[in-house]
């Protein structure tokens, strides 16, 4: 029998087996309803069983001989269960994203490898309690100890822990057999779940909302009751309360039979965040995070797929939770770039949320004090629904901000890190027991050069963004490869104040403890958080006011409350400023807000230093002001000049080899047939590049870079589609490997 189509099947949904696909035939009666991850019934194995698998792609041809390729046997209809659902968005990520199909399944599976599962396994008596005395007495007659213990332990406890029982009585496995065979017990065992949560009080307290967080609520619970499906976007101001509107919606969808996802980037997953969570839900919340063994996270997607909880709380990854009743996607702190995955497939999570969320019937809700700029816009269009809160929660006044320009302290003979100003107010607080947060943007750092005389930075003429400080003295833009010589003086006003600009958190924290004695000191980054539950014991200890003064990274600003921190000092607002990205006045109008909204957050008022060289730009004035609207406004000009997401998008492709001769051929040649696609298309298309990377080599990998630029996102996906096809069906790029990335959230 011939057939028109063939379908690759997975026959078990496990990490190991994800690349393990067997091609079938596709009957014409199942020509229709054969889609991308419908559940299947299919022969296998040579003795051709029925099992159960998953369609993962389709195709017109064979792949062995035609006559050793089987047919389906069903294709099962009806309700698609989570693994079809999950299967689906799989390849909506792939053809999206791009990447392989395994690239994609492996990032929405729940992890299913090498996990013992954990069991309890009990001892139950089966026989009545007057026969069990009398077997019990012969037992004791015939002096049979081993037995007669058991026995008594069962006469006292019906049913008693195995593993215990066995240990603690010293009784051997033949003993279990006999009671087994005389049909006195059976054995039973339950799954133990791996549970990431220390047990907390339950208190379901709920907050009572204010005017603009009610309207908020009700608005949005009105939708869902009618069946509406939006994406919201909720733009509160740091205190604002919007984890309070969560819940309260949360409690609503629950109450209706759905489950909930949140996610909240990983650095922000704290012990409070988990606290308030569990306080009004209880156990009925779970977590993942990048932390919890292969075991925890398993456990929660099984507890997730069985229903034995309604709200999943965690990073990217938390997104596939495998729901069956899923009815809302909540992304707080939407703006975050750790919502875009940094491997293939190159997804971000706001975007597969929505996809979710369209599957499932469910809906989007986003919350920011700092929206991103591509939300924000979105709600202009009208695509999303935009609610703000312009109050704080506790009725407390935002923080008075003040801007220190670093040049006059420079000319005052002041290097110190310490502004005069902050120096000042950070006695003040020591002697008024009060807390302080000294922040320092490590993120982003990329050897900007800069004049500590005048500020003039160093910036490419073609894409307006910072060069980069490379060895050889050599000054690089990451974009399109422009590079020049590192200069002796200031071009600008002939200072010899020019050079890479940076410092770290631990040169500020003993700056700290040098220039303050008498203050109890923490740090908070990457290296005094690595350990399991690094971040909860330090915020812990400050929340215990066990420190006085807490020096971190941007892990320090996103969303910790702590009610005597009345300071908070921005020790260089320059480190993200010229960070050698577009992005970079949003990435220091959002931490700057943040690090912010950290100050006054309850009865004591707040004061915030921000350190800068260039206090005239547009992205500090309006961050001290707390000003969104403003900003947007600004940056959106700079965007539509130079053609920068949101105004275009950009599809960056990043081709690599261990061979540089190999690397540099296959991008020229990548180029070459893209503009060649691009003319011969009539697209407009603006290419830039090939040029080296940012890293230009990695691990002996050799990475060369091509942007191309284009207001149609549905244009570069065709892009895209045509460059995954010629570069792996040409067969001139044999040792070279193609990736891309959809509005990249950093250089490369």
């Given at each position: 029998?011939?057939?028109?189509?063939?379908?690759?099947?997975?026959?078990?949904?496990?990490?190991?087996?994800?690349?393990?696909?067997?091609?079938?035939?596709?009957?014409?009666?199942?020509?229709?309803?054969?889609?991308?991850?419908?559940?299947?019934?299919?022969?296998?194995?040579?003795?051709?069983?029925?099992?159960?698998?998953?369609?993962?792609?389709?195709?017109?041809?064979?792949?062995?001989?035609?006559?050793?390729?089987?047919?389906?046997?069903?294709?099962?209809?009806?309700?698609?269960?989570?693994?079809?659902?999950?299967?689906?968005?799989?390849?909506?990520?792939?053809?999206?994203?791009?990447?392989?199909?395994?690239?994609?399944?492996?990032?929405?599976?729940?992890?299913?490898?090498?996990?013992?599962?954990?069991?309890?396994?009990?001892?139950?008596?089966?026989?009545?309690?007057?026969?069990?005395?009398?077997?019990?007495?012969?037992?004791?007659?015939?002096?049979?100890?081993?037995?007669?213990?058991?026995?008594?332990?069962?006469?006292?406890?019906?049913?008693?822990?195995?593993?215990?029982?066995?240990?603690?009585?010293?009784?051997?496995?033949?003993?279990?057999?006999?009671?087994?065979?005389?049909?006195?017990?059976?054995?039973?065992?339950?799954?133990?779940?791996?549970?990431?949560?220390?047990?907390?009080?339950?208190?379901?307290?709920?907050?009572?909302?204010?005017?603009?967080?009610?309207?908020?609520?009700?608005?949005?619970?009105?939708?869902?009751?009618?069946?509406?499906?939006?994406?919201?976007?909720?733009?509160?101001?740091?205190?604002?309360?919007?984890?309070?509107?969560?819940?309260?919606?949360?409690?609503?969808?629950i109450a209706s039979g759905k489950q909930v996802i949140v996610l909240i980037p990983e650095i922000a997953l704290t012990y409070q965040t988990v606290k308030r969570f569990y306080e009004r839900f209880g156990e009925r919340i779970s977590i993942l995070n990048s932390r919890m063994s292969d075991g925890e996270r398993y456990d929660q997607s099984l507890r997730a797929k069985k229903g034995d909880i309604d709200i999943m709380i965690g990073p990217r990854?938390?997104?596939?939770?495998?729901?069956?009743?899923?009815?809302?996607?909540?992304?707080?702190?939407?703006?975050?770039?750790?919502?875009?995955?940094?491997?293939?497939?190159?997804?971000?999570?706001?975007?597969?949320?929505?996809?979710?969320?369209?599957?499932?019937?469910?809906?989007?809700?986003?919350?920011?004090?700092?929206?991103?700029?591509?939300?924000?816009?979105?709600?202009?269009?009208?695509?999303?629904?935009?609610?703000?809160?312009?109050?704080?929660?506790?009725?407390?006044?935002?923080?008075?901000?003040?801007?220190?320009?670093?040049?006059?302290?420079?000319?005052?003979?002041?290097?110190?890190?310490?502004?005069?100003?902050?120096?000042?107010?950070?006695?003040?607080?020591?002697?008024?027991?009060?807390?302080?947060?000294?922040?320092?943007?490590?993120?982003?750092?990329?050897?900007?050069?800069?004049?500590?005389?005048?500020?003039?930075?160093?910036?490419?003429?073609?894409?307006?963004?910072?060069?980069?400080?490379?060895?050889?003295?050599?000054?690089?833009?990451?974009?399109?490869?422009?590079?020049?010589?590192?200069?002796?003086?200031?071009?600008?006003?002939?200072?010899?104040?020019?050079?890479?600009?940076?410092?770290?958190?631990?040169?500020?924290?003993?700056?700290?403890?040098?220039?303050?004695?008498?203050?109890?000191?923490?740090?908070?980054?990457?290296?005094?958080?690595?350990?399991?539950?690094?971040?909860?014991?330090?915020?812990?200890?400050?929340?215990?006011?066990?420190?006085?003064?807490?020096?971190?990274?941007?892990?320090?600003?996103?969303?910790?409350?702590?009610?005597?921190?009345?300071?908070?000092?921005?020790?260089?607002?320059?480190?993200?400023?010229?960070?050698?990205?577009?992005?970079?006045?949003?990435?220091?109008?959002?931490?700057?807000?943040?690090?912010?909204?950290?100050?006054?957050?309850?009865?004591?008022?707040?004061?915030?230093?921000?350190?800068?060289?260039?206090?005239?730009?547009?992205?500090?004035?309006?961050?001290?002001?707390?000003?969104?609207?403003?900003?947007?406004?600004?940056?959106?000009?700079?965007?539509?000049?130079?053609?920068?997401?949101?105004?275009?998008?950009?599809?960056?492709?990043?081709?690599?080899?261990?061979?540089?001769?190999?690397?540099?051929?296959?991008?020229?040649?990548?180029?070459?047939?893209?503009?060649?696609?691009?003319?011969?298309?009539?697209?407009?298309?603006?290419?830039?590049?090939?040029?080296?990377?940012?890293?230009?080599?990695?691990?002996?990998?050799?990475?060369?870079?091509?942007?191309?630029?284009?207001?149609?996102?549905?244009?570069?996906?065709?892009?895209?589609?045509?460059?995954?096809?010629?570069?792996?069906?040409?067969?001139?790029?044999?040792?070279?490997?193609?990736?891309?990335?959809?509005?990249?959230?950093?250089?490369?």
């Amino acid at each position: 029998m011939s057939y028109q189509s063939y379908a690759d099947i997975i026959i078990d949904i496990s990490h190991e087996n994800l690349d393990k696909t067997y091609q079938y035939a596709i009957p014409k009666e199942y020509e229709s309803s054969a889609i991308i991850g419908a559940p299947v019934v299919v022969p296998f194995g040579l003795g051709n069983r029925t099992i159960n698998g998953y369609i993962v792609g389709l195709s017109n041809e064979p792949k062995i001989d035609i006559e050793k390729i089987k047919p389906i046997t069903l294709v099962i209809e009806g309700a698609p269960v989570i693994e079809s659902h999950l299967i689906y968005l799989a390849y909506w990520i792939k053809e999206s994203f791009g990447g392989t199909m395994n690239d994609a399944l492996k990032t929405v599976m729940p992890v299913k490898k090498a996990v013992k599962i954990k069991e309890q396994r009990r001892i139950v008596l089966i026989r009545p309690l007057e026969e069990l005395k009398q077997i019990y007495e012969e037992q004791l007659k015939k002096n049979n100890v081993a037995r007669v213990r058991i026995l008594e332990a069962l006469l006292k406890n019906g049913i008693l822990d195995y593993d215990k029982t066995l240990k603690g009585l010293n009784i051997s496995r033949p003993v279990i057999r006999w009671l087994l065979d005389n049909e006195i017990i059976q054995i039973d065992s339950k799954q133990l779940y791996r549970n990431p949560i220390e047990e907390q009080s339950v208190t379901h307290t709920k907050v009572t909302l204010n005017s603009e967080q009610k309207r908020i609520v009700e608005h949005i619970i009105r939708d869902y009751n009618e069946g509406k499906r939006y994406t919201y976007l909720i733009h509160g101001i740091t205190g604002s309360g919007k984890t309070e509107v969560y819940m309260d919606i949360i409690s609503e969808v629950i109450a209706s039979g759905k489950q909930v996802i949140v996610l909240i980037p990983e650095i922000a997953l704290t012990y409070q965040t988990v606290k308030r969570f569990y306080e009004r839900f209880g156990e009925r919340i779970s977590i993942l995070n990048s932390r919890m063994s292969d075991g925890e996270r398993y456990d929660q997607s099984l507890r997730a797929k069985k229903g034995d909880i309604d709200i999943m709380i965690g990073p990217r990854s938390a997104l596939f939770t495998p729901f069956k009743n899923l009815g809302l996607i909540i992304v707080d702190e939407e703006h975050e770039g750790s919502y875009k995955s940094e491997i293939t497939p190159k997804y971000h999570a706001i975007e597969v949320a929505k996809k979710r969320a369209q599957l499932t019937d469910s809906f989007v809700i986003l919350g920011s004090a700092t929206p991103s700029l591509e939300s924000y816009s979105r709600c202009i269009s009208g695509e999303y629904k935009l609610y703000t809160i312009t109050k704080r929660a506790k009725e407390a006044n935002p923080p008075k901000v003040w801007i220190v320009d670093l040049r006059e302290e420079l000319k005052q003979k002041n290097r110190s890190i310490f502004s005069r100003k902050l120096k000042e107010l950070i006695e003040e607080k020591l002697s008024n027991h009060e807390q302080i947060m000294l922040f320092i943007n490590r993120r982003g750092y990329s050897g900007f050069v800069s004049c500590r005389s005048c500020g003039h930075v160093m910036r490419c003429s073609h894409c307006d963004i910072s060069l980069t400080s490379h060895v050889n003295s050599k000054l690089l833009c990451h974009y399109c490869g422009y590079e020049e010589r590192m200069p002796n003086t200031c071009p600008a006003c002939g200072s010899k104040y020019i050079a890479a600009f940076g410092t770290g958190t631990q040169k500020v924290e003993e700056i700290v403890r040098r220039e303050f004695p008498e203050a109890r000191v923490l740090r908070m980054d990457t290296d005094t958080t690595k350990n399991k539950g690094g971040h909860q014991r330090i915020l812990s200890a400050f929340a215990k006011h066990k420190a006085d003064i807490l020096v971190g990274t941007q892990m320090i600003v996103k969303g910790h409350d702590f009610p005597l921190v009345s300071l908070v000092g921005i020790i260089a607002a320059d480190l993200s400023l010229y960070a050698g990205d577009f992005r970079a006045s949003e990435r220091t109008f959002q931490l700057l807000s943040q690090a912010a909204g950290r100050a006054g957050r309850d009865a004591i008022p707040g004061e915030v230093v921000i350190q800068t060289y260039h206090p005239e730009h547009y992205s500090i004035i309006t961050a001290a002001e707390g000003n969104y609207e403003e900003f947007f406004g600004q940056e959106m000009l700079y965007r539509r000049l130079m053609q920068y997401p949101p105004a275009a998008h950009i599809l960056l492709a990043l081709v690599t080899s261990k061979e540089e001769e190999k690397v540099e051929r296959a991008v020229t040649h990548v180029a070459e047939a893209l503009k060649e696609y691009i003319i011969t298309n009539k697209l407009s298309s603006q290419i830039i590049g090939p040029a080296p990377a940012g890293l230009a080599k990695a691990k002996d990998i050799y990475r060369r870079v091509i942007y191309i630029k284009d207001e149609d996102y549905d244009l570069l996906v065709g892009l895209k589609n045509y460059l995954e096809g010629y570069f792996n069906y040409s067969g001139q790029f044999v040792g070279c490997n193609l990736q891309f990335d959809f509005n990249p959230m950093s250089t490369y």
